[in-house]
């Protein structure tokens, strides 16, 4: 059984940075896209970054594009979200999800960290 198990939020200053973790754990696991989504308060969950298995391709939503990179290091099953220049409105609960690159309908999430930007 695979699990995804985020790590890395925190409460931060305005203008600060956190880098988010999200580690896979249990069997084997190859060949899923990865991405980061949030959740505010009251509002839906939201796109923020992905990261393709295949070649490393990334993309961003337009609010964190130039603050925000993903990567990840395939060797540690890991997946980070490095967020730089935070605002308040990046507040939320960031989870992880891991979408297989070839199997439909596979799909994995964590359970959520939370990350505070004060003003």
């Known amino acids: 059984q695979v699990q995804l198990v985020e790590s890395g939020g925190g409460l931060v200053q305005a203008g600060g940075s956190l880098r988010l973790s999200c580690a896979a754990s249990g069997r084997a696991f190859s060949g899923y896209n990865m991405a980061w989504f949030r959740q505010a308060p009251g509002k839906d969950r939201e796109f923020v970054a992905a990261?393709?298995?295949?070649?490393?391709?990334?993309n961003y939503a337009d609010s964190v594009k130039g603050r925000f990179t993903i990567s990840r290091d395939k060797a540690r099953n890991t997946v980070y979200l490095q967020m730089n220049s935070l605002k308040p409105e990046d507040t939320a609960i960031y989870y992880c999800?891991?979408?297989?690159?070839?199997?439909?309908?596979?799909?994995?999430w964590g359970q959520g960290t939370q990350v505070t930007v004060s003003s």
């Open positions: 999800k891991a979408d297989h690159s070839r199997i439909a309908n596979l799909s994995l």
């Open positions: 990261i393709r298995y295949s070649d490393g391709d990334t």
